[in-house]
């Protein structure tokens, strides 16, 4: 079973930034990735960005790319969100996900709220 906790979440005005993290434990990473979605209630869940435990892939939706950044800390089982140039639009809680490779996201972090002021 593999927990994802997140943090980092809060208030900041547009134009500002915020760095995410989550933390990964309960088994080995090695064939692992990890990623982030977005989702406001009653409305569908964005992908927004994802990395590979291994390796240096990553991927971005196009309405973040050239202001988010994933990253990962190895060492500490991290993966860190960090977002530059928000927008009011980027207001949502974001997730924490965790896929094995050929596998469907099946991990979930309890979610953490992001809020862009205009």
């Known amino acids: 079973q593999v927990q994802l906790v997140e943090s980092g979440g809060g208030l900041v005005q547009a134009g500002g930034s915020l760095r995410l993290s989550c933390a990964a434990s309960?088994?080995?990473?090695?064939?692992?990735?990890m990623g982030w979605f977005r989702q406001d209630p009653g409305k569908e869940r964005e992908f927004v960005a994802a990395i590979r435990w291994s390796g240096s892939i990553t991927t971005y939706a196009s309405s973040v790319k050239g202001r988010f950044t994933i990253f990962r800390d190895n060492a500490k089982n991290t993966v860190y969100l960090q977002m530059n140039s928000l927008k009011p639009e980027d207001t949502c809680v974001y997730y924490c996900?965790?896929?094995?490779?050929?596998?469907?996201?099946?991990?979930w972090g309890q979610g953490t709220q992001v809020t862009v002021s205009s």
């Open positions: 996900a965790g896929q094995v490779l050929g596998s469907s996201w099946s991990d």
């Open positions: 309960g088994r080995t990473f090695s064939n692992y990735r």
